[in-house]
């Protein structure tokens, strides 16, 4: 394994189980906040690989609005997990969202009920994974991205913060874990508070990934802050952050501290 890797690993608590193949504890919530300069997305793929590892056990219900399924079978492919076979084996469950686009608010509530059929897609699979044979093994449920949710549904922000608050339940109610990509700077500024109130309250990690304030350097092509909300230390809960340095390559992203090269 990179040893970069590690870093954000150790970062999410997924090394606490004591072994490579950990993977987000059940409930937790995951919020990536990138921008158009600098992607992240190599976060989603990497949970990916993780919930995924043989270790683990676990399986994935993956929403996509960026790019096709092609696409991330083969990012994830150069690092070591193929998703086509994970599919195959009812493990990795790919909603293709990419040409979706509800039914205008005027034709009787054509939004409303986009998003009711939306969520019962994402709860029958709940459903099916927890009742199966397989039945203890964790779900993780990922969206990518939802800054073009809100644009699939005609600027809804209403709709599409319900259907949200319906698929926090889910962390709740069925264990499962929750991952979200947000582009953060496609939002007006009116828009953007709104939105990340709603996204930062149930989170139980921010990750916030940005160019460098001097621009993209050989090395160094942009940072990555890690908010784990709510660690109890000394008799109080505190916020603790974790910041590294991002490189991106061709079969993923190394990351290391802050100065620690030169």
Do not use: W
């Not at 890690?226 to 660690?231: F, H, S």
């Amino acid at each position: 394994m990179n040893p970069s890797t590690n870093l954000l690993d150790e970062a999410l608590g997924l090394m606490a189980a004591g072994y490579a193949g950990g993977a987000l504890a059940r409930g937790r919530v995951v919020l990536v906040e990138d921008c158009v300069e600098t992607s992240g997305a190599f976060v989603l793929h990497h949970l990916v690989k993780r919930a995924l590892s043989p270790e683990h056990g676990g399986s994935v219900l993956f929403l996509a609005l960026s790019h096709p399924f092609s696409h991330y079978d083969r990012i994830l492919r150069k690092q070591g997990c193929n998703l086509s076979m994970h599919r195959q084996q009812n493990r990795f469950h790919f909603i293709d969202l990419l040409k979706m686009e509800f039914p205008d608010e005027a034709q009787k509530n054509g939004i409303e009920d986009g998003f009711v059929e939306l969520y019962s897609k994402i709860l029958r699979a709940v459903e099916v994974k927890s009742s199966g044979d397989d039945r203890r093994a964790h779900i993780s449920i990922m969206i990518d991205d939802l800054s073009i949710l809100e644009i699939a549904a005609h600027g809804s922000m209403d709709h599409v913060l319900d259907f949200l608050h319906y698929c926090f339940t889910l962390t709740s109610e069925q264990d499962c874990s929750l991952v979200i990509l947000n582009h953060e700077d496609v939002y007006l500024e009116m828009e953007s508070p709104r939105l990340l109130s709603h996204l930062i309250y149930p989170a139980d990690f921010i990750i916030k990934v940005e160019p460098l304030v001097t621009g993209i350097s050989a090395d160094v092509h942009g940072q990555l802050t890690i908010l784990k909300k709510g660690v109890f230390n000394d008799g109080q809960y505190t916020d603790r952050a974790s910041n590294f340095h991002i490189q991106v390559k061709e079969n993923g992203v190394e990351l290391f501290f802050p100065g620690s090269r030169r």
